[in-house]
T-cell receptor
Framework: SQQGEEDPQALSIQEGENATMNCSYK?????LQWYRQNSGRGLVHLIL?????REKHSGRLRVTLDTSKKSSSLLITASRAADTASYFC???????????FGKGTMLLVSP | DVKVTQSSRYLVKRTGEKVFLECVQD?????MFWYRQDPGLGLRLIYF???????EKGDIPEGYSVSREKKERFSLILESASTNQTSMYLC?????????????FGPGTRLTVL
């Protein structure tokens, strides 16, 4: 069964705007990760946040985690056309090395 | 530069053919994974392996088998390909050391079964 579910399914913004994507999950986790996929390519790891962390930054990315609500958000600030991609959250299954991926948010950034 | 490679970017096969998808990683990772990705369904785990000659079923193993004879190589086998196995197949690897289970993905193989 799907652990992570992203929201919205699709997001269209202009360059320079911020993009926010959300992820909800159902069971306890050790960490939550965000990945990016350019059209027709493999996924690339963006950022990992551990269950005891509330917020993490990496460049223009900001991730928050609320374990009480079982949700996370990914914020991309000052978006660029090159940020156009699908974004997936992934949660680990406690005690295992496997990840469960959501269905993704398709982000379109127009120049 | 770490790398996961897959044997083909695009593959077209006939129904009933035996299909081999190969994945190689150069990071000395213990864990390797095979996923399939379909529109509206996201990534689904087919099989994974946490060591040479070890394999575990994922969420959708039916119709697939795997082989891991060497640490760096993980093969996905479709014994008798069917049209419902037309999909994008993604291989990934990760380290079992420490708590960071970040996965590194290959570029994917888009398989079409006619």
């Amino acid at each position: 069964s799907q652990q992570g579910e992203e929201d919205p399914q699709a997001l269209s913004i202009q360059e320079g705007e911020n993009a926010t994507m959300n992820c909800s999950y159902k069971t306890s986790i050790n960490n939550l990760q965000w990945y990016r996929q350019n059209s027709g390519r493999g996924l690339v790891h963006l950022i990992l946040i551990r269950s005891n962390e509330r917020e993490k930054h990496s460049g223009r990315l900001r991730v928050t985690l609320d374990t009480s609500k079982k949700s996370s958000s990914l914020l991309i600030t000052a978006s660029r056309a090159a940020d156009t991609a699908s974004y997936f959250c992934a949660t680990d299954r406690s005690g295992y090395s496997t990840l469960t991926f959501g269905k993704g948010t398709m982000l379109l950034v127009s120049p | 530069d770490v790398k996961v490679t897959q044997s083909s970017r695009y593959l077209v096969k006939r129904t009933g053919e035996k299909v081999f998808l190969e994945c190689v990683q150069d990071m000395d990772h213990e864990n390797m994974f095979w996923y399939r990705q379909d529109p509206g369904l996201g990534l689904r785990l087919i099989y994974f392996s946490y060591d040479v000659k070890m394999k575990e079923k994922g969420d959708i193993p039916e119709g697939y088998s795997v082989s891991r004879e060497k640490k760096e190589r993980f093969s996905l086998i479709l014994e008798s390909a069917s049209t419902n196995q037309t999909s994008m197949y993604l291989c990934a690897s990760s380290s079992r050391q420490g708590w960071n289970n970040e996965q590194f993905f290959g570029p994917g193989t888009r398989l079409t079964v006619l």
